[in-house]
């Protein structure tokens, strides 16, 4: 039974390019997160979506960053342009329903150089 | 407003010796309270949950967790640690709002290192 799929899992590029982040949910899942995790600031959730509809995008950065969610089984995030304190880890996740476990991938490391 | 506090940062136990990953929990509603562990280069992976039936939650890999209403604690054990427990910790607070929408809290996280 396939978990979440990210891809990358890793990613370096140089300020000012666009960067794309990719998840692929576990099949059946109709809730799909994108989190932030660094250092200093911890996990962070950024944008949820069920049902392919964004529900709650309040933690999303600033208008640098973008996600859409085009089917149930494919979401992208996307910062455009990119800036160095952008580095993070992004983890996606989904569940079943809103109060089920959230299962999360491997993550996407993002480097801003 | 829900929080939740992870009182150390770091643990360090030998092999073999009990566990107990601190959680303190603030909330306005009845919780639900989860505990995820994260192993390098991996995402997290759920190891218990409560959500308001025994206080004594069992989980993966030989762990457990009480909620202490009155103590507003949800605290993390393993009898005998193995090696294979080294990893990052994460205490978890959802809100009685979460069925219909609320949103997971995480704790700042508790790295715990075994000792051979």
């Known amino acids: 039974d396939a978990g979440v799929i990210q891809s990358p899992r890793h990613e370096v590029t140089e300020m000012g390019q666009e960067v794309t982040l990719r998840c692929k949910p576990i099949?059946?899942?109709?809730?799909l997160f994108w989190y932030r995790q660094t250092m200093m600031r911890g996990l962070e959730l950024l944008i949820y979506?069920?049902?392919?509809?964004?529900?709650?995008d309040s933690g999303m950065p600033e208008d640098r960053f973008s996600a859409k969610m085009p089917n149930a089984s494919f979401s992208t995030l996307k910062i455009q342009p990119s800036e160095p304190r952008d580095s993070a880890v992004y983890f996606c996740?989904?569940?079943?329903?809103?109060?089920?476990?959230?299962?999360f991938g491997d993550g996407t490391r993002l480097s801003i150089l | 407003a829900q929080s939740v506090t992870q009182l150390d940062s770091h643990v360090s136990v030998s092999e073999g010796t009990p566990v107990l990953l601190r959680c303190n929990y603030s909330s306005s509603y009845s919780p639900s309270l989860f505990w995820y562990v994260q192993h390098p280069n991996k995402g997290l992976q759920l190891l218990l949950k409560?959500?308001?039936?025994?206080?004594l939650v069992k989980g993966i890999n030989g762990f457990e967790a009480e909620f202490k209403k009155s103590e507003t604690s949800f605290h993390l054990t393993k009898p005998s640690a193995h090696m294979s427990d080294a990893a990052e910790y994460f205490c978890?607070?959802?809100?009685?709002?979460?069925?219909?929408?609320?949103?997971?809290?995480f704790g700042q996280g508790t790295e715990l290192s075994v000792k051979p």
């Open positions: 996740a989904s569940s079943i329903t809103r109060n089920q476990p959230q299962h």
């Open positions: 099949s059946g899942h109709d809730y």
């Open positions: 979506f069920n049902n392919n509809v964004p529900i709650d």
């Open positions: 409560y959500t308001s039936a025994a206080t």
């Open positions: 978890v607070v959802s809100d009685l709002l979460y069925n219909q929408g609320g949103k997971l809290i």
